[in-house]
C-alpha cells in the first residue's frame, strides 16, 4: 500500500476557529459589539426558528435584511434587526496568530491550498475582502484568507457541512480524489463527516493558538 503521507495533493482549511478567531457565543458577540445580553420567557421556545433561519442564511436561502430581520423576529424583537447586523459584523475577530506565515510557506513549497467554510454573503464579503463585485475598500482584515488558492463557502454551494452533499461537491470542483485532501477543522462532526468521505481530516483546538498545530500536521504528512 501506498504511503499517504506521501499522496496529500491539497490542503483544504476550515475558516472560523482554523485560520480566523471567531466568537463562540451570542453573548461574547454582543460584548464586542456593545449591546446588552437580553433574554425573555420566549427564547427557548424560539431557538429553533433561530436555527432555521442561520442554516438558510449559512446556505444562501435568504439574503442579509431578511437574516437580521427573521434573527430579530425570532428573539421576540428584543434585539433590533440593526442590532442583529452589529452583533453578526462582531463575530469575526481576527486571524490567529502566524497562520498567514504557515499559509505563505505552503505557497511557496507549491502545495496546492483551499478552504471550505460554512459562511454567509456579510462574514465572507469581509473575509475575502469583496463583496461579489469589488474589492472592498481599506486593508484587508482577514490577510490569511487572500493566501487561500482556492476559496469554497456554503452561502455559494447552498449546502452546508457536515451535509455529505458538500464534501462531494468540494472534490468534484478540485478534482482531487478524497484520500489526497488534507483537512483541518474545528468542529468535531466536520471532521467526522470528512473522513466518512474518504478525506485525510486532522482536528484542531480553537481554543489556543492554531498555527502550531496546524504546521504540526502538516509536517506529519511531509508538506512543510
Known amino acids: 500500500m501506498a504511503d499517504r503521507r506521501l499522496s496529500i495533493a491539497l490542503v483544504c482549511f476550515d475558516l472560523g476557529g482554523v485560520l480566523v478567531r471567531i466568537c463562540r457565543s451570542w453573548e461574547e ?7 446588552d445580553v437580553r433574554r425573555d420567557d420566549a427564547w427557548e421556545r424560539l431557538r429553533p426558528a433561530r436555527r432555521e433561519t ?20 425570532a428573539m ?13 459584523g462582531a463575530w469575526t475577530i481576527e486571524d490567529y496568530p502566524a497562520v ?30 469583496h463583496d461579489g463585485r469589488r474589492d472592498l475598500p481599506g486593508t484587508p482584515e482577514f490577510p490569511v484568507v487572500r493566501l487561500i488558492r482556492e476559496r469554497f463557502a456554503s452561502h455559494l454551494m447552498g449546502v452546508a457541512k457536515p451535509d455529505p452533499q ?32 474518504g478525506w485525510t481530516a486532522r482536528p484542531i483546538d480553537h481554543r489556543s493558538d492554531t498555527a502550531p498545530q496546524i504546521e504540526s500536521h502538516l509536517n506529519e504528512f511531509g508538506r512543510l
Open 76 to 88: 421576540n424583537g428584543l434585539y433590533r434587526p440593526e442590532e442583529v447586523r452589529r452583533i453578526h
Open 29 to 35: 458577540a454582543c460584548a464586542r459589539a456593545g449591546i
Open 166 to 197: 458538500i464534501y462531494r461537491a468540494f472534490q468534484s470542483a478540485v478534482n482531487v480524489a478524497p484520500e489526497q485532501i488534507l483537512f483541518f477543522d474545528d468542529l468535531e462532526e466536520n471532521i467526522a463527516a470528512a473522513q466518512q468521505a
Open 54 to 73: 442561520s442554516r438558510l442564511y449559512g446556505i444562501g436561502g435568504i439574503d442579509c435584511d431578511a437574516y437580521f430581520r427573521g434573527i430579530s423576529q
Open 100 to 129: 498567514s506565515e504557515v499559509l505563505t510557506r505552503l505557497n511557496e513549497a507549491g502545495v496546492r491550498t483551499a478552504c471550505l467554510s460554512n459562511t454567509n454573503h456579510s462574514h465572507w464579503a469581509r473575509l475575502i475582502h
